[in-house]
């Protein structure tokens, strides 16, 4: 495929300044990819300039282009700025009493059965909380109250946001 002759007119084509795509062309029967490699192969790296005129670069950056306006929804009417719900007030936690003698164990788990841990599980003294757990529930009640913290209300999106300073 690469003949001494069209060797010797690829480097000839590149060194007029012909791009990769104008030589392949040229030599007909090769991609531009191809040239590309031969060059590559062959260490042609320096080539002479085109003859086309350099683009003049604008002096400052181009302005965006107006984006056509499209038709908005109606603005709705500026609703008054409800007052933050407040938190609610933490209940209490009873601590739960454990009996010396009645420390639950992995083994002694049930499904109805407090599992919550107590201790460092490194550690021998290490146990589960052992009461009994509410229907349905992995924790008794004083647990529960612990694993599972009460949703935050979500801001919803028809709600008027805070205003930052910062432009929209």
Not at 27 to 41: D, E, M, P, S, Y
Request: charge should be positive.
């Amino acid at each position: 495929m690469w003949t001494e002759e069209r060797v010797e007119l690829l480097k000839k084509l590149w060194a007029e300044g012909l791009s990769a795509s104008q030589v392949a062309k040229q030599l007909g029967g090769v991609t531009r990819n191809a040239v590309i490699g031969k060059i590559h192969r062959l260490g042609l790296s320096g080539r002479a300039t085109t003859n086309r005129a350099p683009r003049a670069r604008p002096a400052t950056p181009r302005a965006a282009a107006p984006r056509p306006q499209q038709p908005s929804a109606p603005r709705p009417v500026e609703l008054k700025e409800e007052p933050a719900m407040p938190d609610p007030e933490p209940q209490p936690l009873v601590p739960v009493e454990v009996t010396p003698g009645q420390l639950a164990t992995v083994l002694t788990l049930t499904e109805h059965t407090c599992k919550w841990p107590i201790g460092d599980p490194g550690t021998d003294d290490f146990h589960f909380c052992g009461h009994k757990a509410d229907a349905g529930m992995p924790y008794c009640a004083t647990h529960a109250k612990l694993a599972y913290q009460p949703v935050q209300p979500r801001r919803r999106a028809d709600r008027p946001r805070a205003k930052t300073g910062f432009a929209s």
